[in-house]
Protein backbone atom coordinates (compact mmCIF):
# COMPACT_ATOMS: atom_id res chain seq x y z
CA UNK A 1 0.00 0.00 0.00
CA UNK A 2 1.26 3.48 -0.81
CA UNK A 3 2.07 5.39 2.34
CA UNK A 4 3.42 9.07 2.70
CA UNK A 5 4.20 9.84 6.26
CA UNK A 6 5.03 13.83 6.98
CA UNK A 7 6.71 14.74 9.94
CA UNK A 8 8.94 17.87 11.41
CA UNK A 9 6.11 20.56 11.65
CA UNK A 10 6.18 22.70 15.01
CA UNK A 11 5.56 26.29 16.73
CA UNK A 12 7.86 28.13 16.20
CA UNK A 13 9.31 31.77 15.95
CA UNK A 14 8.81 34.40 12.93
CA UNK A 15 12.40 33.75 11.26
CA UNK A 16 12.90 30.30 12.51
CA UNK A 17 13.26 27.71 10.27
CA UNK A 18 11.57 24.00 9.99
CA UNK A 19 12.82 21.15 7.80
CA UNK A 20 9.68 18.89 6.80
CA UNK A 21 9.91 15.44 5.46
CA UNK A 22 7.78 12.85 4.08
CA UNK A 23 8.79 9.47 4.31
CA UNK A 24 7.39 7.79 1.11
CA UNK A 25 6.61 3.69 0.89
CA UNK A 26 4.78 0.83 -1.36
CA UNK A 27 5.21 2.67 -4.80
CA UNK A 28 8.43 3.16 -6.50
CA UNK A 29 9.23 6.56 -5.46
CA UNK A 30 11.98 7.23 -8.01
CA UNK A 31 9.21 6.52 -10.58
CA UNK A 32 7.24 9.74 -9.52
CA UNK A 33 6.80 13.39 -8.86
CA UNK A 34 6.22 14.56 -5.54
CA UNK A 35 4.44 17.81 -4.30
CA UNK A 36 3.84 19.56 -1.01
CA UNK A 37 0.53 21.17 -0.53
CA UNK A 38 -0.63 23.11 2.30
CA UNK A 39 -3.91 24.18 4.13
CA UNK A 40 -3.95 27.23 5.82
CA UNK A 41 -7.13 27.76 8.93
CA UNK A 42 -10.20 28.22 6.77
CA UNK A 43 -8.81 28.14 3.77
CA UNK A 44 -8.49 25.62 0.80
CA UNK A 45 -5.44 23.63 -0.06
CA UNK A 46 -2.69 25.57 -1.65
CA UNK A 47 0.19 23.97 -3.84
CA UNK A 48 3.46 24.65 -2.51
CA UNK A 49 6.39 23.12 -4.11
CA UNK A 50 6.82 20.28 -6.86
CA UNK A 51 10.02 18.10 -7.62
CA UNK A 52 10.37 15.85 -10.71
CA UNK A 53 11.35 12.24 -9.89
CA UNK A 54 14.65 12.60 -10.33
CA UNK A 55 14.82 15.42 -8.46
CA UNK A 56 16.45 17.80 -11.63
CA UNK A 57 13.24 19.85 -11.79
CA UNK A 58 11.47 21.62 -9.06
CA UNK A 59 9.03 24.63 -8.74
CA UNK A 60 7.73 26.86 -6.27
CA UNK A 61 4.44 29.44 -5.60
CA UNK A 62 5.45 32.53 -5.65
CA UNK A 63 4.32 33.02 -2.28
CA UNK A 64 7.77 30.44 -1.19
CA UNK A 65 9.95 30.97 -3.58
CA UNK A 66 13.80 32.16 -2.26
CA UNK A 67 12.51 30.62 1.66
CA UNK A 68 11.47 26.93 1.00
CA UNK A 69 13.70 24.37 -0.79
CA UNK A 70 12.65 20.46 -1.94
CA UNK A 71 14.99 17.97 -2.54
CA UNK A 72 14.65 14.38 -2.13
CA UNK A 73 16.80 11.64 -1.02
CA UNK A 74 16.42 7.82 -1.30
CA UNK A 75 12.55 7.16 -0.26
CA UNK A 76 11.83 10.54 1.44
CA UNK A 77 10.79 14.32 0.22
CA UNK A 78 12.11 17.24 1.73
CA UNK A 79 10.84 20.63 2.41
CA UNK A 80 13.20 23.39 4.00
CA UNK A 81 11.37 26.30 5.15
CA UNK A 82 13.17 29.45 6.08
CA UNK A 83 12.74 32.91 7.72
CA UNK A 84 9.40 31.79 8.72
CA UNK A 85 6.40 34.03 8.89
CA UNK A 86 2.69 33.57 10.61
CA UNK A 87 1.66 33.61 6.66
CA UNK A 88 2.90 30.02 6.47
CA UNK A 89 1.18 28.59 8.94
CA UNK A 90 -0.74 25.65 8.43
CA UNK A 91 -1.11 21.72 7.93
CA UNK A 92 1.59 20.65 5.12
CA UNK A 93 0.79 17.68 3.24
CA UNK A 94 3.07 15.88 0.65
CA UNK A 95 1.05 13.80 -2.27
CA UNK A 96 1.93 11.68 -5.42
CA UNK A 97 -0.24 10.84 -8.56
CA UNK A 98 0.40 7.37 -8.68
CA UNK A 99 -0.50 5.23 -10.84
CA UNK A 100 -3.59 4.06 -8.93
CA UNK A 101 -4.45 7.52 -7.66
CA UNK A 102 -3.86 10.60 -6.13
CA UNK A 103 -2.29 9.62 -2.17
CA UNK A 104 -1.83 12.07 0.79
CA UNK A 105 -0.08 11.67 3.69
CA UNK A 106 -1.83 12.33 7.26
CA UNK A 107 -0.29 15.85 6.96
CA UNK A 108 2.21 17.80 9.53
CA UNK A 109 0.80 20.89 11.27
CA UNK A 110 3.38 24.30 11.27
CA UNK A 111 2.62 27.26 13.40
CA UNK A 112 4.63 30.25 13.02
CA UNK A 113 3.88 32.62 16.06
CA UNK A 114 5.87 35.16 18.50
Known amino acids: DVQLVESGGGLVQPGESLRLSCAAS????????MTWVRQAPGKGPEWVSS??????NVTYADSVKGRFTISRHQNTVYLQMNNLNPEVTAIYYC?????????WGQGTQVTVSS
Open 95 to 103: NVDETSGRY
Open 26 to 33: GFPFTWYD
Open 51 to 56: ITRHGD
